[in-house]
């Protein structure tokens, strides 16, 4: 078999490993959090009415965010039925589609590298794909990962120009660019044209240079293109809803968000780089590692690595400066940057001469990961320790690795680790825990003790999965905000129905137990479920 051939297959059955590694237990827990369920909701409601255009969540106008992952969602409610699998399938694609995107970057700097024997590509596919930030994020139905995935073709299609030949292909590359460009309006509003204008006039910036003629005149054709992509969901939903969607989407949602603290996520100006690190897990020492390299580098040099060097640092600073000027901040806003974080990392690990303290620290991260799963075992009594034993056992066998395996090689074992790890968390771990996040069981047993069917009065708390559980039950305010138990009087009760539940906070579900007209039914921790009768 010719070396090429097999190289192929090996690319082959490495990605369908990932695949499965994505795919796996997508719908083993329960929609959580504010996001999930109310995306997830919103997507239902689309789908049910009929109307692709106007998002609405509880029959009332949602523009908190644009249509490309509800379509998503959709789709694939469309095809697999109303889960939990099928609302983060599309979420799960778009991680796998930002591995692919890294992929093609690696894989072209092996063609055109001066280094033999890097393995750029080989790195690439799997550091992006054990990245801690890429693995949670696209387990959840969640905005974040799809612009990341759209940022990411968009970025690689111009880094791919960069590093082009022909003609031709530069220009093939910049459609690319700037059509996934318009997608990216598409997946998270003004954003996705700001990040990839900025990453690409940070890059020349940084390298000192003006962009060649090709790619400024590209600005008078690639901008129209771009915003008639997007224009497939903006025409249509602002000739229907004119100033109301406007004024939500891009005054409230857009500006109002970057310059105020209106949303209430308030965090320090060193937020982002944290957080970029916590995102990169277990990879962290090996981007220090790199970071601390850049003085090295050829600034201005023309060979590929020293372009995708340059172009991986400005990817990188780009969102991380831009959305810490923001009054509100979110840790998945820098998601979009992980991809750069990976071909940094893969520079190092590539390398001919790699630093020995990055493999060490990340043996050491290892340790840590196993040893603080046993802790929280052992102290919270959420998880058995059978289940954590079982799952920091990889983690100990990565650091052993790492501590005595000898050269290029020895990386491997970390993410053949993480390849083992997520599977055993999600069978065994992740179920106790975030049935405490949602409401799902408990609105099961209420079904089931006669009150299927029946009003649900919600909390306003991070938990919302009652707005997706309780599917036309939960009960809104003429503004579409829940309504809870102490918002709503007993003659506005007894006109819902003679029977209502309630969802409280655990700890007061004591002052309810001697009450004749309230059952308590049950609670998950952290919620509890009541029946009132309002007769």
Excluded at 15 to 35: R, V
Excluded at 156 to 175: I, M, P, S, V
Excluded at 269 to 291: E, Q, R
Aim: charged share 15%; proline share 6%; aromatic share 14%.
């Amino acid at each position: 078999m010719q070396p090429s051939a097999l190289a192929k297959r090996v690319y082959i059955f490495i990605f369908l490993i990932i695949i499965a590694f994505y795919l796996y237990g997508l719908g083993m827990l329960p929609l959580l959090g504010p996001d999930e369920p109310r995306y997830a909701q919103v997507a239902r409601e689309m789908l049910l009415s009929g109307d692709l255009i106007t998002p609405t969540l509880g029959g009332y106008t949602w523009f908190e965010k644009p249509s490309l992952l509800y379509w998503m969602i959709v789709a694939s409610f469309k095809v697999f039925g109303v889960s939990e699998w099928s609302a983060r399938f599309g979420p799960a694609v778009c991680g796998l589609l930002t591995i692919a995107a890294v992929a093609c970057v690696g894989r072209q700097i092996d063609k055109t590298s001066s280094q033999e024997s890097r393995n750029f590509g080989f790195w690439s596919v799997l550091v992006a794909t054990t990245c801690l930030g890429l693995i949670v994020f696209s387990r959840a139905t969640s905005f974040d990962v799809v612009i990341t995935m759209t940022l990411t073709w968009s970025l690689a299609f111009f880094l791919l120009h960069e590093l082009a030949l022909t003609r031709t292909n530069k220009r093939l590359l910049l459609l690319g660019f700037y059509s996934f460009a318009g997608l990216s309006l598409m997946a998270k509003g003004l954003v996705g044209i700001v990040v990839p204008f900025g990453v690409v006039g940070f890059y020349y910036l940084l390298r000192r240079a003006w962009p060649e003629k090709p790619v400024l005149l590209s600005l008078i054709w690639g901008v129209p293109l771009a915003l008639a992509v997007s224009a497939i969901w903006y025409g249509p939903v602002i000739a229907k809803h004119g100033w109301s969607f406007v004024d939500e989407f891009f005054v409230q949602h857009h500006f109002a968000r970057y310059v105020s603290n209106k949303y209430h996520h308030p965090q320090p100006f060193y937020f982002y780089p944290v957080i970029i690190l916590m995102l990169s897990l277990p990879w962290t020492s090996y981007l220090i590692d790199a970071l601390a390299g850049v003085r090295s580098w050829a600034w201005r040099g023309a060979d590929s690595l020293s372009i995708v060097r340059v172009f991986a640092l400005a990817w990188l600073l780009a969102p991380i400066v831009f959305f810490s000027f923001s009054g509100s901040k979110l840790p998945g806003y820098v998601l979009p940057a992980l991809p750069a974080v990976a071909l940094l990392i893969c520079d190092r690990l590539s390398g001919p001469n790699q630093s020995k303290w990055p493999l060490m620290a990340t043996g050491v991260i290892c340790l840590i990961f196993g040893a603080a799963g046993l802790i929280y075992a052992s102290l919270s009594g959420h998880v058995s320790l059978v289940c954590a034993a079982l799952a920091a056992l990889p983690m100990f066998a990565a650091a052993a690795c790492t501590f005595f395996q000898k050269g290029q090689n020895a990386p491997i074992c970390t993410p053949a680790a993480i390849f083992a790890l997520v599977p055993i968390v999600l069978t065994c771990a992740a179920a106790p825990i975030a049935g405490r996040e949602s409401v799902r069981d408990l609105l099961l047993l209420a079904d089931a003790r006669g009150y299927a069917n029946t009003p649900v009065l919600s909390r306003r708390s991070d938990d919302r999965s009652a707005e997706f559980y309780a599917h036309g039950r939960v009960v809104y305010d003429a503004n579409g905000e829940v309504v809870a138990f102490d918002e709503i009087s007993l003659d506005e009760a007894r006109a819902r129905g003679s029977k209502l539940l309630v969802l409280i906070p655990v700890e007061y579900v004591e002052n309810f137990r001697s009450s004749p007209r309230i059952e308590v039914i049950g609670d998950n921790g952290r919620t509890a479920i009541l029946g009132w009768n309002t007769q």
